[in-house]
């Protein structure tokens, strides 16, 4: 089954770019998404991308597919303190497939 | 539009006492989920319905897990009897007919004394 990796933890300074990067096992995931949890709240879909495509933009959000190397990446431009939370990479094989999350990064923003 | 909405938001029981939690999921979507996640991790998936029917269980501990979706809307997970690993947030979420995109409600986070 899918396996999603992601490095735990991230800090970076408030106006920088984050990259926080997730590997996937599964070379079937059809979709590849990015969820954003705030403490004590539910997961927020942040966006997602087709396998067929390599790379989405969405006004400050990044997304890279790497499908050879099963890497997903999501770029914040000009990071602010309201991003820091908790963001989730998660895989899905096809429409009738399950959601697959990683353990999260937790990001820091520091003024 | 109103989003996925689950109740209650927090739960304290004590250990061997039954406990239900309540979904309901944006209008005219299909699928229904309902999802485990322990402190630190990140959900893990106990059971997903289309419509009322439960297409994948395979997760669900169910010796002491049920969960019931009788009209194809809303939905309840049931823990009878609880224990103390069983203290998590239970994360419900639905999608549309395309099944592309899932969204979660609040979800309730569950201690067990």
């Known amino acids: 089954g899918e396996d999603v990796e992601q490095s735990l933890f991230l800090s970076v300074r408030e106006g920088d770019s984050s990259v926080i990067n997730c590997t996937y096992t599964?070379?079937?995931?059809?979709?590849l998404y990015w969820y954003k949890q705030e403490p004590g709240a539910g997961l927020q879909l942040l966006t997602y991308?087709?396998?067929?495509?390599d790379m989405k933009q969405d006004q400050r959000l990044t997304v890279l597919l790497n499908k050879k190397d099963k890497h997903l990446s999501l770029r914040i431009a000009d990071t602010q303190s309201g991003d820091s939370a908790i963001y989730f990479c998660?895989?899905?094989?096809?429409?009738?497939?399950?959601?697959?999350f990683g353990k999260g990064t937790k990001l820091s923003v520091k003024p | 539009e109103a989003g996925v909405v689950q109740s209650p938001r927090y739960k304290i029981i004590e250990k061997k006492q039954p406990v239900a939690f309540w979904c309901n999921p944006i209008?005219?979507?299909?699928?229904l989920y309902w999802y485990l996640q322990n402190l630190g991790q990140g959900p893990e998936l106990l059971i997903r319905?289309?419509?009322?029917?439960?297409?994948?269980d395979s997760q669900l501990p169910k010796d002491r897990f049920s969960a019931e979706r009788l009209k194809g809307v809303d939905s309840t997970l049931k823990i009878q009897p609880a224990e103390l690993g069983d203290s998590a947030v239970y994360l419900c979420?639905?999608?549309?007919?395309?099944?592309?995109?899932?969204?979660f409600g609040q979800g309730t986070r569950l201690t067990v004394v």
């Open positions: 979420a639905s999608s549309g007919s395309l099944n592309t995109e899932a969204f």
């Open positions: 319905y289309e419509n009322e029917e439960a297409v994948d």
């Open positions: 998660a895989g899905r094989g096809g429409s009738q497939g399950n959601l697959i």
């Open positions: 599964d070379s079937s995931s059809t979709y």
């Open positions: 991308i087709f396998s067929n495509m």
């Open positions: 209008s005219g979507h299909n699928t």
